[in-house]
């Protein structure tokens, strides 16, 4: 193996801002050494990344090259993107020349067609690789041998007694995916739920499992958009959002919450899953453009700002950061297996970028470039809940 001082290539220099750890980048036949120490992976270069891409946005432009097979990762993925991210500070990002991925419609008719474009991919393409519950968001670990299937039914369970439930109440489920919290309410609690969803894929799916269960006469699913429900005139007992916030948008906040204040009933009590963000910057161009379109983290900060500017007051606040990196490193796991079936259904390229979302979500968690909260508020006050986190 030749080790040679950095040069030529531009991306060869370029990585060298990334020497927090060490690593190997190999570019027609030569090896260069990045760091101090042992090399903990090698990133193979196949063809050059030119500079103004590397400089309009890094992340993107590494992401789209890895697509493409123009650079390989010899050794764990998992460790190379971790160490990656861990010094994202180092990344160039260009926002005002990435407009059409960060400057959004985040009007009603675009923010559908957004959400349509990553889950309606298909309930087969899903199927592959979440478990059986369909689940899609952050599981819960109870022991560290659970598995997904089990962690799954531990975080619907898990927000099911946060939510104080009583038998006769009705629940509204803000996204609510392929509709197993609400059959799990209706079952174990007795409670009537109601979800609203923008996915035709996982609505058609909610609809046969309440079909198949029997549970007409409790659950109801139906394809709108959260926005629309107020003028129904509807109120509901409980409220839980899992995982949607995320599709929100920014300018829409103050709407969400002054909605969710309006459709629960005083006393009544509203849990909140989302992922958070540090800041409110928008600096994952990879994700934006290829995973989530309009997708946009809120802070604690915004959430808590935006609770108490309606009526809400917050009762606890959970962080499940270290169980969404075990989740996406199951699926990411699920996904492995599952290759030769989906590059056959799209191509290798559409295999790679999801490789790269499941595994590099799971670093982002791992080293808290980005978080996971629940939040439990009540609307007003209210001395009718036990006194103690773990009712």
Not at 197 to 224: A, V
Not at 305 to 310: F, T, V
């Amino acid at each position: 193996m030749i080790f040679k001082e950095l040069k030529d290539s531009f991306l060869i220099h370029y990585l060298h801002r990334f020497d927090k750890y060490c690593f190997n980048v190999r570019i027609h036949g030569d090896t260069y050494k990045i760091g101090d120490g042992e090399p903990q992976f090698t990133i193979v270069i196949r063809k050059d990344i030119p500079k103004t891409e590397l400089l309009r946005a890094t992340g993107l432009a590494l992401g789209e090259a890895y697509m493409r097979r123009d650079i390989e990762i010899e050794g764990n993925l998992f460790t190379a993107l971790s160490d990656l991210l861990d010094q994202s500070e180092s990344f160039s990002l260009e926002r005002h020349s990435l407009k059409n991925i960060f400057f959004v419609s985040e009007k009603k008719k675009a923010q559908a067609q957004q959400v349509s474009s990553h889950y309606d991919l298909g309930n087969d393409f899903y199927k592959l690789w979440l478990d059986p519950t369909m689940t899609y968001s952050c599981a819960y670990f109870q022991h560290e041998d659970d598995s997904l299937e089990q962690a799954q039914k531990n975080k619907v369970h898990h927000i099911l007694k946060k939510l104080y439930l009583k038998p006769g109440m009705t629940l509204l489920d803000i996204g609510c995916g392929w509709g197993y919290l609400l059959i799990e309410a209706a079952r174990e609690y007795g409670v009537r739920g109601y979800g609203c969803t923008l996915s035709k894929e996982q609505w058609k799916k909610g609809q046969e499992r309440i079909h198949e269960l029997h549970l007409e006469d409790q659950i109801q699913i139906d394809l709108i958009d959260y926005r629309d429900l107020v003028d129904r005139g509807a109120h509901f007992d409980r409220v839980v959002s899992v995982g949607m916030m995320e599709h929100v948008g920014r300018s829409n906040y103050p709407t969400y919450f002054e909605d969710v204040n309006s459709l629960l009933e005083p006393g009544g009590l509203f849990l909140l899953h989302t992922i958070t963000g540090h800041d409110e910057e928008m600096s994952d161009a990879f994700l934006r453009k290829y995973i989530f379109p309009g997708g946009t983290l809120p802070s604690l900060r915004e959430i808590a700002s935006h609770a108490y500017d309606n009526d809400f007051r917050v009762q606890d606040v959970e962080s499940l950061r270290r169980h969404y990196y075990k989740t996406l490193m199951c699926w990411y796991k699920n996904f492995q297996q599952v290759h030769d079936t989906v590059r056959q259904w799209k191509d290798d390229a559409f295999v790679r970028m999801w490789d790269l979302y499941l595994c590099g979500c799971a670093a982002a968690f791992y080293i808290g470039f980005i978080d996971v909260h629940q939040f439990l508020m009540t609307k007003g006050n209210t001395n009718d809940l036990p006194l103690t986190r773990w009712y």
